[in-house]
C-alpha cells in the first residue's frame, strides 16, 4: 500500500511564514526543476512559456512517483529567484526589463535525473514548448535566510523588500546574500491582486566583527 501523500508545505519550516513579521529561518538544501530567463514578468514570453514547460514534467515526476516508488506528494507551489545588476529596482522604481529570474518547482530529494529525464521526455510528446529543453534539475543551498508573508499585489512589494533588505537585516547583524527569493502560494492568473500570498525570503550572511 502506496504511503500518505507528503505536502511539504506542511512538513517544511520553511514553507511557513507570519504576515508583517521577519523571521529567521535556516532552509536546507532542496533540490528543484529550475530554467532560467529576464525580463518583465507581465509580457515576456519566456516567462510564461517556462511556467507552462515546468508543470508538466512536475506532474509527470509526481505521478511516477506514485506508481514506482510507492511515494506520493503534492506538487509544492511555484517559486522564483530573482535578481538584477542594481537590487535596488526591486525595492524603487521596480523597472521589472531589467530583472532577470529563475523559475523553480521543488522536487522531493528521491527524485533523480534519471525520472527527469524520462518525465521531459513524456512532455516533448504532448506538446511542443522551447523551454523543455532548459529545464534542468539542481539543488538550491540557502542556508540563513530572513522571511515574511506578503498579501496583496506584486507591485506592493516595494515597501516590505526596503524594510527587509535596509533595516531589518543590518540590524540583526546581517547583509544580504544571494538572490531574491519568492514562493507563490495562490495562482495570479485566478486570484485576485490583494489576495495573493506570496513568502518573501532574502538569504543573509553574518557580518564579521
Known amino acids: 500500500m502506496a504511503a500518505d501523500k507528503v505536502d ?3 512538513t517544511l519550516d520553511c514553507y511557513g511564514a507570519k504576515r508583517g513579521k521577519f523571521e529567521v529561518v535556516n532552509v536546507p538544501d532542496m533540490q528543484y526543476l529550475m530554467i532560467d530567463g529576464s525580463g518583465d514578468p507581465n509580457t515576456s514570453t519566456d516567462y510564461s512559456q517556462s511556467i507552462e514547460a515546468l508543470y508538466p514534467v512536475a506532474y509527470k515526476l509526481k505521478f511516477a512517483s506514485k506508481k514506482e516508488l510507492g511515494r506520493d506528494y503534492v506538487v509544492p507551489p511555484l517559486e522564483a529567484l530573482w535578481w ?15 530583472w532577470r529570474w529563475t523559475l523553480m518547482l521543488m522536487t522531493p530529494d ?5 525520472m527527469v529525464d524520462t518525465a521531459m521526455e513524456q512532455a ?3 506538446a511542443a514548448n522551447p523551454k523543455l ?7 538550491l543551498s540557502e542556508g540563513e535566510c530572513i522571511q515574511t508573508l506578503h498579501i496583496g499585489s506584486f507591485d506592493d512589494e516595494g515597501p516590505v523588500l526596503d524594510r527587509m533588505h535596509n533595516q531589518f537585516i543590518p540590524e540583526q547583524g546581517l547583509a544580504l546574500s544571494g538572490k531574491h527569493h519568492e514562493i507563490y502560494f495562490s495562482d495570479f492568473r485566478k486570484v485576485a491582486p490583494e489576495k495573493l500570498r506570496t513568502i ?3 538569504p543573509v550572511a553574518r557580518l564579521t566583527t
Not at 538584477?84 to 531589467?98: I, L, V
Not at 528521491?110 to 534519471?114: E, F, H, L, R
Open 110 to 114: 528521491w527524485v533523480d535525473q534519471s
Open 133 to 139: 529543453d532548459k529545464i534542468r534539475l539542481q539543488t
Open 8 to 10: 511539504f508545505k506542511k
Open 200 to 202: 518573501l525570503r532574502q
Open 84 to 98: 538584477a545588476d542594481d537590487m535596488a529596482s526591486f525595492t524603487t522604481g521596480r523597472d521589472k526589463s531589467k
Open 124 to 126: 516533448r510528446e504532448k
